[in-house]
């Protein structure tokens, strides 16, 4: 059993920056293969960014490409996205996700991959 908690969340102006973390469970942190999601109201659930276990492969949909960052911490068992000019549209509940059957420079990009999933952090642009 894998536990994600997000933080990091809250409310900002456009054009301002957010840094997400997701703190995982357990000692085998290096061997998930992590991502990034959200979900506006009305919306389908929808992957942000993603990172393979080694931190070598990357993806960004297309929405947040040269804005997102994401990244990770192997040693502190901990996720980023770091979240730059952002927009009214970014507007969300951003969940992490771990897939603990990735290969080890993944990057996994179906939702339906992950194992397991975060509680939630809600992010909210103002115009």
């Known amino acids: 059993q894998v536990q994600l908690v997000e933080s990091g969340g809250g409310l900002v102006q456009a054009g301002g920056s957010l840094r997400l973390s997701c703190a995982a469970s357990?000692?085998?942190?290096?061997?998930?293969?992590m991502g990034w999601f959200r979900q506006a109201p009305g919306k389908e659930r929808e992957l942000v960014a993603a990172?393979?276990?080694?931190?070598?492969?990357?993806y960004y949909a297309d929405s947040v490409k040269g804005r997102f960052t994401i990244s990770r911490d192997n040693a502190k068992n901990t996720v980023y996205l770091q979240m730059n000019s952002l927009k009214p549209e970014d507007t969300a509940v951003y969940f992490c996700?771990?897939?603990?059957?990735?290969?080890?420079?993944?990057?996994?990009?179906?939702?339906?991959?992950?194992?397991?999933w975060g509680q939630g952090t809600q992010v909210t642009v103002s115009s």
């Open positions: 996700a771990a897939d603990v059957a990735a290969l080890l420079i993944q990057a996994v990009v179906r939702l339906r991959e992950y194992d397991y």
């Open positions: 357990g000692r085998t942190f290096s061997r998930y293969a």
């Open positions: 990172i393979s276990r080694n931190g070598g492969s990357t």
